[in-house]
Every structure is written in structure tokens, then in C-alpha cells.
């Protein structure tokens, strides 16, 4: 059976460089043990007879492909894998969702399977159901990657299942916001709060979820 294409969305920073870790002043750095997970996520998604490819959305897009990979070789991951898995940068240097967005439409086919890795969730409309939102003190864990896995799995399920899938994350990510950040004023933190379950509600029963998450409407 032919291999298929998968492409993995990744930010750096909260998902490869965990928070709170020093920064060399000479060359930027990545976290060994978050491109290890990387390393097999990479793995386990060849086993299960994916292709993966890599698409940097992130801050570090300043340092192009090229950078970029050089950065990844000393941090651990193949050169194998490097030289053929890197698909270039999105079109920003800032991440979100909208820049996955326009890369999925310029160069991927509806219902191609993805997945993002990001540790900010800006503008992620439905792509929820396909976000592993990473802890950016932790970065990529071994937990991220059997969620990840688990999301490649399913790719093909029916649409029921990934508004499912969005609506369980936003639910989380609003229990998130209203216990882990004192440092919002009520007003901010109500406001996020609200706008993900807005965003619920609308996986739940927008006749476009599918265009707005990249899927196929049979799927």
C-alpha cells in the first residue's frame, strides 16, 4: 500500500525550546528530548505507513529551511529525515492558525491528514481538531506523541468524530484559561473563555466545519 502524505504544522518555541530553558547567545538551540519525541513521532508515523513531512509555523521562520534544518541536525533529529521530510515555512514569522491554513490551500489536497503541534492556540477556528497543544514548559512529550498518533489514526474517520475531537480541546482549553492565568482581569479571561465556547458551539453546528478544518465533507 502506498505511503500517505502527512503533514506536521510544528511551532519551536513551547514545543522544541521549552520555556525557562537558557538560550546559547551564540547559535540557537533546541531542546534534545522534545526532538527525540519528535524523532518518534516521526517513527511511528512511517510505521504506520505515513509519509511525514515537517512545515515550520513559527517565530523561528526567520531562519528558512535551510537554518532551520541545521538548527534540527544538532538538536538530534536524521539526517534522513532532514533531507527529505522539511517542506519549507509557512508564510509568516508568527504562527497560528491561519497560516496553516493557506499552506494546507496552496499545497495540499482536501483531506490530506495533518497535524499541529503549537503551544499558542491563536486562530485555530476548527484546525482544533487536529491541534496537540503542548505545555511550553514541557514541550513535545511522549504523551503529545501518542495523541498525535492516535489523530493520524483517525484521519479518516467521519465528520461527527473530528467536531468531536474540536469541541473536546476547546472545552479543555476554555477549563484551561479560567484556572491557569491569574494574571488576566476578569473581563480578559471571562472574554477567552466565552470565545471558546463560541467556537464549540460552531464545531458542533456549522454546515462548513469541513472547509473550515481542511476535510473532506464525506470523511
Known sequence: MESKNLYIFADVDGVFKKYGT????ERQEVD?????????????????NFKPYIVFNSAWNIY???GLMRIFL?????REFLRRGIRGCTDVCSGGGRPVMRWLVKHAKVGDPYIILDDEV????????RLIHTNR???LTREDVDRAC????????PLNHHRGVAVKALVKEARRIMKE???LNDERRFAGVAHNFELAQQALNATDFAARAFLREDV
Open 64 to 66: 528558512k529551511p535551510g
Open 122 to 129: 491563536v486562530d485555530y477556528d476548527m484546525l482544533w481538531c
Open 74 to 78: 544538532r538538536g538530534g533529529l536524521s
Open 137 to 139: 514548559f514541557h514541550g
Open 22 to 25: 537558557r538560550y546559547n547567545d
Open 32 to 48: 534534545e528530548d522534545c526532538v527525540a519525541n519528535l524523532q518518534l513521532l516521526i517513527d511511528r508515523l512511517t510505521q504506520s
Open 150 to 157: 492516535e489523530m493520524a489514526a483517525n484521519h479518516d474517520k
Open 181 to 183: 492565568t491569574p494574571w
